[in-house]
């Protein structure tokens, strides 16, 4: 089931063909549900089922669509799955879907779907489909963890709701950072991880 | 006055990208110089204050809860809210079509200067956004909300033409290599934002 | 058969839309009747957490709710009470109601282990991102606030987003409504600032200044209305 080129389908997503720090696609939810650790791991969840299936279903019909309206039936699948997602969550995990609020609609313009839509599963079969979903959402919610985990570490002194930072430390006068829960943070972190990553990666570094 | 407000509000402290990073891909690709940008962000104005309004009343006469009774008062009941994203992005997908084929029938000039940008609105993440958002403060009149998605693409546009400008000066500078690209927009994106930030708390009249 | 002709394109579309309608009504359907119940219980809880109950397991929150709301009303802007049915006080839809000409007042009794009696009022108003609403749970005698709660759509995790926070709220236990007989309502102010009307206060979050606002505009704007039927409540208590 895993031959070496599925293997490579699968796991190339997390470091050296990210979807987020080296393609550069769907930043746009990234940040936004990175404040707190458990709306990003939900919506890094969420993306990987829309991804796996989204995937699987146009590759399973990908000899018959007609490649004028080729987005569309994309558009349509995509945003189909998104919908069930989010009624599945409003029915069975309320608290997290009101926290997610609409970025999970938002997952349907998530440019890695479409991106990797067009890119394998138009033309390859479904089980290598499915592996590149799951995959490159991995790979997405990768970052989203590692930005929420130090977001609300530093923001909020909490992981998961959870207070790790002990109270001593408060006492001794350490204050949570204030700057780290807002908007712009988001994408200082992300620069941050980029930074590591392509320090490690000579071969990704652009040129000026 | 309240029009005004929605106005400014969604210019500098809703701001699609400072605060919500919505439409960041396209952002990030097509910041590197001034003039493409203001292309998109044109565009990207234009879609907003066009597939609004049409979201606004889609929402409000078809989708809502009990949405339907002009049509018949035996239909209080029918709740097709579950379909609201499926219709809003079809909307923009059609509605970006159409506006490209308008263009480019009656405008060749600005369709050649905005024309490649069009197609990739349909899927930026502003233009839905925005649909969502506004069903979300749920307005008084599509002429609110209309006034909204204008005020969210300015925003949004301003947002991209400063951050390219910005990018043509930072071509010479000397930046530590694995930040270069990429990494420094999204710290430059960052400090921009924590500026707009002061805009916090604006209130008019 | 030719992909890229018309009728095909036609066809495969109108498919595709009918699938997909059928396929998403099906599971709207199927998970509809959880999902109206997650959304009641949660404004139950909420009702409950003004009053300082929580229920002890997610699934007890309708039985708990039943066991200490023990009626609700509709009352009109003179005070006098036009429903006296606890579902028409729970159906009136806040975010609504508050743009109405002519808003319905909806009042929640709550009667407490101890046999004292309670009553809540639904509270609706803007904070910095969108809107926040609450509810605020009144003393018999009209005037002492027994206990608030805030919740919020969107406004900042850690700054705005803390007027979810019980350290919050708890401010409020105790305050008074009225000075020497008028409504003053409770203004949240500064650290360290008093309002010169000499009304109740209580601190508003560092950092969160229009959020605080918000939730002291909204207390006065909403308990306003209230005011006929909060007079009766006090005269009650006073023969």
Redesign the interface.
Known sequence: MLSKRNKEVLFNPLSKDNPVLVQ?????????VT??LEPAIVMGLSVITVMAFSNVIISLIRK??????R???Q???V??L???V???L???D?DVS?QL??FI??I????IL?GRLEAFALNNKPWPSFLDGVGNGLGYMLILVIVAFFRELL??GTLLGYQVIPQWCYDHGYM?N?MM????????T??CI??????RNKDL???? | MEELNIFIKSIFIDNMI????????SF??VSKNVKTALGLGIAVTFMLVVTIPINYLLDKYVLQAGALTWLSPTLADVDLS?????MF??VI?SGTQLVEMAVEKFSPSLYASLGIFLPLI????A???GA??MQ?KSFDSAWTATVYGAGSGIGWLLAIVGLAAIREKI?YSN??????????T??I??????AF?SFMGIKLG | MN??SNI??IL??AI??VL?GA??AL??MS?KP??DE??A??KRRQILAAVHIAPPTESETGATFDKYVTGGMLVDSLGAVVDTTRKAAFEVDMSKNVKQAQRQLPVFVCTLDDGSTKYVIPLYGAGLWGPIWGYAAVDDNGNTVYGTYFTH??E????GARITEPEFQKQFDGKELHKEGAFKSIAVMKKGQKPLDGSDYVDAIS?ATITSRGVGDMLEQCIKYYEPFLKQLSNRSNQ
């Open positions: 550069i696609l769907g930043i746009c939810s990234t940040l936004a404040v707190k018959t669509i007609p490649t004028t309206i987005i569309i039936v558009l349509v699948v945003a189909a998104v919908i069930v989010q009624q599945f409003v029915a069975y309320y009101l609020n609409v609609g938002l349907i313009t998530n440019c479409m923001g909020s949570d204030g829960i807002l908007p712009p943070m988001a994408l200082i992300v620069a980029i930074w590591v990553q392509r320090a570094q652009e040129q000026a | 400072f605060a919500y990073f919505l439409g960041m891909c990030l690709a579950f379909l609201g994203l499926i992005i079809a997908a349909a899927v930026n993440c233009i839905l956004g969502l958002f979300q071509a930046i530590p290599a694995p930040l270069r690209g990429v990494g420094i999204f710290i994106t960052g400090l921009m934002g924590i930030m | 992909k890229n095909y394109q495969y579309a595709m839309v997909v396929v998403l599971v709207y998970l959880r999902q997650n959304i219980n949660d759509s969107g900042t995790p850690g700054l950092g």
